[in-house]
């Protein structure tokens, strides 16, 4: 690896910027995942910002199960997001679907429609879990020898 | 030059939102002459899914119609299949649920104090609210397990004891949450960038409040007297004592003061629940099939009232789910308040209600039985449709209308 992929692979690990997306949660994730972000659990300490526009961020971290007409949407922005990306996703509906398997508006989990990086189980996540998630996401990120694509699961 | 209209699309994917929903405002320079709410992104069918599943699974899964006021829908649900099918729950059993919506209540008002500061760019309360909000999020996992969707109720009663040890730490914790929310009382009266900021801005009269069914806080802060808790006493309100907190600011300043004044109040019968709650059994037998019935059920969530209605048909599956979510009447609510108002302020408005669109969000479509063509209906149609489709069963609405007239106008 070359000094200036060094560089950029210790900054991407230092400061992943994350976008969070509701891909149709029942909002219980999307609370647990703020709550990380806030002063008891903090996961500002490795860098993590949350940002506003899918072209600022690195990692896309979705919440609850891809109803219909969120999948288009879902889609454009993930598409929007500059290389490389990673996806989170978290809590059980996003891993699989959830209690709203079988529902008629309901897609399934976020890998039916986009590739994931890290599944964090739990209904909801909690933050706990969550630290765990993007820390075991980071750690694959920067493990070279490890293809980054693989996809990691919190709390194993 | 004269100004032109633009339409601007916010959502569903937006800095502002936390959930996905679309906006459609038309502006006029800097002001909102016009918006449309566009639903159904978080449309999931809950209320179908119900009708394939047990009643104990439809529990668990309206519980997860919303993952902040989760015990709200729960209760709310049971309370309907409960009245089916005549069970008495024990006193325990309706104190204990009661003590875990009051908490509830607590838990979802310091979250949305965060969420109003973040939303005008006041980050530190946010930052604050969330840090003392964990210590009722810890309470809310000792007792049920855990942080959200407690799964806590059971037809029938509750699945959990509250045992000695739990009490003096729920004590304690209500000690310090009430120091805290004083200093957050005198955070929204006294600090003048916040009350500025919040004045006048979301005006909605007593008169458009009572007229556009606005509920919850929102209705409260514009003056209604209106709470279920209150009303119509569910579960074991009756035996307690509180206020029914309401403001004449009518703006988003109020609606900061109710949500304060409430959370004083929870703290208020968290402790009365503990010490008047009685010994005994927490949960009676419910059959596994309900017999054939309907009823109605009404609760007030900490957005508001939230109205569930269950159809049973002597099987051990609803035959029909219906959910009125607190966000679903105040969704008009925020298109007349954001009316002639400035865009700045959108953010702070449509938080003020507290929504909760996974709640919410509905789809509606037809299909014509004579051609299988599946149409969408916009709302105009669909109202005429209903009025229409009433009036051949022999229910006419022009009486009730009139009524409701004459109600508003004695208001």
Not at chain 2, 12 to 28: A, C, D, G, W
Not at chain 2, 56 to 79: A, K, N, P, W
Not at chain 2, 234 to 258: P, Q, W
Not at chain 2, 302 to 318: F, I, Q
């Amino acid at each position: 690896m070359g000094l200036v992929q060094k560089i950029v692979t210790w900054a991407r690990i230092k400061s992943p910027w994350i976008i969070h997306f509701n891909t149709g949660a029942c909002n219980a994730c999307d609370i647990e995942i703020i709550a990380a972000l806030t002063p008891i659990y903090d996961v500002e300490r490795f860098g993590v910002i949350l940002r506003g526009t899918p072209r600022h961020a690195d990692v896309l971290v979705c919440s609850g199960p891809v109803t219909r007409q969120i999948k288009d949407r879902l889609i454009r922005i993930y598409e929007q997001m500059p290389e490389p990306k990673f996806v989170v996703a978290v809590g059980t509906c996003a891993c699989s679907g959830g209690v709203f398997n079988g529902c008629y508006n309901v897609e399934g989990g976020i890998d039916q429609v986009i590739p994931v990086s890290a599944y964090i189980p739990g209904c909801p996540a909690s933050p706990k879990a969550i630290i765990d998630g993007v820390v075991k996401l980071l750690a694959s990120v920067d493990n070279a020898s490890r293809p980054a694509k693989e996809a990691v699961v919190s709390g194993t | 030059m004269p100004e032109r209209e633009v339409k601007l699309t916010i959502g569903p994917q937006h800095p502002m939102l936390k959930e996905p929903e679309s906006f459609l405002l038309t502006l006029r320079g800097e002001k909102i002459t016009d918006m449309t709410v566009r639903l159904g992104y978080n449309h999931r069918g809950i209320e179908k899914a119900c009708e394939g599943r047990t009643y104990i699974q439809d529990m668990y899964l309206v519980e997860r119609v919303c993952g902040i006021c989760s015990h709200s829908h729960s209760t709310c649900f049971i309370q309907a299949v409960e009245e089916i099918a005549g069970l008495q729950v024990p006193k325990r059993g309706l104190y204990i649920r009661t003590l875990i919506s009051e908490l509830e209540r607590i838990h979802s008002h310091l979250l949305w104090l965060g969420v109003a500061g973040h939303e005008i760019g006041f980050d530190t309360l946010l930052m604050y609210t969330w840090r003392d909000r964990e210590l009722v999020m810890d309470i809310l996992a000792l007792l049920t397990g855990n942080r959200v969707n407690y799964g806590m109720n059971t037809i029938g009663g509750v699945r959990r004891d509250i045992t000695a040890e739990q009490i003096p730490q729920i004590l304690s914790t209500i000690d310090t949450l009430e120091e805290r929310t004083k200093y957050y009382v005198q955070v929204g009266t006294q600090e003048i960038t916040l009350r500025e900021r919040l004045s006048g801005v979301g005006k909605l009269s007593k008169e458009d409040a009572i007229h556009l069914g606005a509920v919850g806080p929102t209705a409260r802060a514009s003056g209604v007297n209106r709470d279920v808790r209150h009303d119509d006493p569910y579960a074991v309100y009756g035996e307690l004592s509180f206020n029914v907190i309401t403001d004449d600011h009518s703006d988003v300043y109020g609606r900061t003061l109710v949500r304060l004044g409430e959370l004083m109040e929870a703290y208020k019968l968290v402790r009365q629940i503990l010490k008047q709650m009685p010994e005994g059994p927490i949960v009676v037998k419910a059959p596994r099939k309900i017999p054939a019935g309907q009823a109605i059920s009404r609760y007030e969530a900490p957005r508001g009232e939230d109205v569930h209605y269950v159809k049973a048909n002597g099987s051990d599956k609803p035959e029909r789910v219906k959910v009125r979510a607190p966000t679903l009447a105040n969704v008009q609510v925020v298109a007349h308040m954001l009316k002639d108002g400035y865009l700045a302020d959108t953010p702070i408005v449509i938080a003020a209600i507290d929504p909760c669109f996974s709640c919410t969000d509905r789809a509606i479509a037809t299909t014509n039985i004579d051609n299988g063509r599946t149409d969408r209906m916009d709302w105009p149609t669909l109202r005429t449709y209903g009025i229409d489709w009433y009036s051949k069963q022999g229910i006419d609405f022009a009486e009730l209308n009139r009524k409701l007239r004459t109600m508003r106008e004695s208001n």
